[in-house]
């Protein structure tokens, strides 16, 4: 598998305290990452670094470097909007914008000047079928999004995401604000979406992670304390505070 | 006790209901005369106003006319200015820009209306006199101008507080679809603040509308059909300047011109309340 994202020394401030410190890490093509650690242990934090959404903070400083396909998205001369193009984001809570389900998901494809109705019909179907929801939806396109279920929306969510075609797709707690059922859909879809996506998911649920992820992360306290295969890690971590958060001792 | 509190409550309560209710009454008791003695069309709908001709005239159309266009034209001047000021104060402003230029638009709300006609007349006046090449810059023109910047502090105020209440979660999930700050802004914070906007405008339709002091000062208040570089006479200024000298059948039928002016604003409540209705329900 190649490496699609490579995170060198990277480190962050709010102000003057530091939430990141030294990561590095690479995220594999066409795979899906799990970020695990306890709440504040920075995992969010980065997933947003890796589109920029963190810019939108005031006081945010950022060293270090995050390679997308080669370049480095910190450099001079990147254009924040593309990069977050091909680097979509779904966020904890549901957020569909107070528009028809149809509106949702064409959001993104008009933004980038798509405006033929066949084809945004076309990629609308196509999007709310990968994101598993078409069929629920398909007869009330025109119906406001604000009134599905919560985790309709969420779904409606990650298939406007996708209506971008981007290349990878952050997923930052997808399933916290979820019950159980919702939540294992989510986990189906994310599973089929790594066929053509790069999937980075921030999870605060173990579980998740061992069901879902082909490479697990574990933060605490802004470090990065180990990275790899989701297997190796649940089974057999390189390091004491791992085990210890994977066994429950603490969290 | 807790009943006593509650009754002294309600009873001041009522006090707003009890003089709505009393100057309602009161405007159609004094307004209906004159409108039953001259016709409803002929005091709508005639076009000259003259009560002290020899045989006098009775239409109120200059100023009913005269009322939309002025705030017709001041809506079509200060929404725009307003509605962009607004987005750039909640969104875009930095912090220093924002209180600086916040603070002006709180100060441009407590700035007497009578002050607003005096510069009107002492700078907007002339100047329009002498760019245009009119004989007299007392006009339309003149109140709409003035109109405009009167109804800009309920505007951005109102629409500012629209738009800084629109969840960022939206924003957010625009600008990680690759949608810029300001594309984010126009297609989706404004759309989702749309009802406070509207709001906004319709307090400024309800500015303009009853505003007479400084239109008054500004406008040359002769009853002529309007014209944008006519002098012209507005439903409140109407009423107000000529009141103090009426009597008989003109004085009953500034009345009537204060019920038309009446009706007007409660159209404008009417629509508020639709709006406000509407948002809650959307």
């Not at chain 2, 406008?219 to 309007?226: K, T, V």
Request: charged content about 15%.
């Amino acid at each position: 598998m190649s490496e699609i994202i490579k995170v060198k020394d990277l480190c962050l401030w709010y102000g003057s305290s530091q939430a990141l410190k030294n990561i590095s890490m690479d995220i594999p093509e066409r795979s899906i990452t799990a970020f695990i650690g306890p709440s504040g242990c920075g995992k969010s934090t980065f997933l947003k670094t890796l589109n920029r959404m963190n810019d939108l903070i005031p006081d945010v400083k950022i060293t270090g470097e995050v390679k997308y396909d080669g370049r480095n998205i910190y450099g001079p001369g990147v254009d924040v909007n593309d990069l977050r193009r091909e680097i979509g984001m779904v966020f904890q809570k549901p957020n569909p914008f107070p528009m028809s389900v149809y509106d949702n998901v064409a959001y993104g494809p008009r933004t980038h000047g798509i405006r033929s109705k066949a084809k945004l019909d076309e990629i609308v179907e196509k999007s709310l079928k990968n994101a598993a929801i078409w069929d629920e939806l398909k007869d009330r396109l025109k119906k406001s999004a604000l009134g599905l279920s919560g985790g309709q929306q969420q779904r409606l969510c990650i298939a406007r995401s996708i209506a971008v075609k981007p290349e990878v797709v952050l997923l930052d707690e997808p399933t916290s604000a979820l019950d159980p059922i919702s939540t294992a859909k989510i986990e189906e879809l994310i599973d089929e979406l790594k066929r053509e996506f790069t999937i980075v998911i921030v999870t605060h649920n173990m579980q998740q992670a061992a069901r879902c992820a082909d490479v697990t992360a574990f933060f605490y306290l802004g470090n990065l304390i180990e990275v790899g295969q989701t297997m190796q890690m649940f089974s057999t971590p390189n390091d004491r505070r791992t085990q210890d958060y994977i066994t429950g001792r603490f969290g | 006790m807790e009943n006593i509190v509650h009754g002294v409550f309600l009873f001041l309560g009522l006090i707003t209901v009890a003089f709505v209710l009393l100057i309602t009454v009161y405007l159609i008791i004094a307004g209906m005369p004159a409108i039953g003695e001259l016709g409803l069309f002929n005091f709508l709908f005639g076009k000259s106003w003259g009560p002290t001709y020899a045989v006098p005239e009775f239409g109120i159309l200059p100023f009913i006319l005269s009322s939309v266009y002025g705030t017709a034209g001041a809506l079509l001047l200060g929404v725009p200015v307003g509605f962009f000021t607004a987005v750039y104060l909640a969104k875009l402003a930095p912090p220093k820009v924002k209180a600086l230029v916040g603070a002006a638009v709180s100060l441009l709300a407590g700035i007497p209306s009578v002050v607003y006609g005096l510069v009107g007349m002492l700078v907007l006046v002339p100047a329009i006199r002498s760019i245009f090449n009119v004989p007299d810059g007392a006009s339309l023109l003149a109140a709409i101008i003035v109109l405009s910047v009167m109804v800009l502090p309920s505007i951005i105020n109102v629409s500012m507080t629209a738009l800084e209440a629109v969840p960022k979660e939206y924003e957010d999930a625009s600008l990680s679809l690759g949608a810029s700050p300001i594309e984010t802004y126009m297609r989706v914070t404004v759309p989702a603040a749309k009802s406070g906007i509207a709001t906004a405008v319709v307090l400024g339709v309800g500015r303009a509308l009853g505003e007479a002091m400084a239109v008054m000062m500004v406008s040359g208040n002769a009853p002529n059909m309007p014209s944008l570089f006519e002098s012209v006479r507005f439903l409140t200024t109407a009423v107000a300047s000529e009141m103090s000298y009426s009597s008989g059948l003109h004085r009953q039928a500034l009345f009537s011109i204060a019920l038309v002016l009446f009706l007007f604003i409660m159209l404008i409540n009417a629509a508020l309340n639709f709006i406000l209705k509407h948002r809650k329900e959307g």
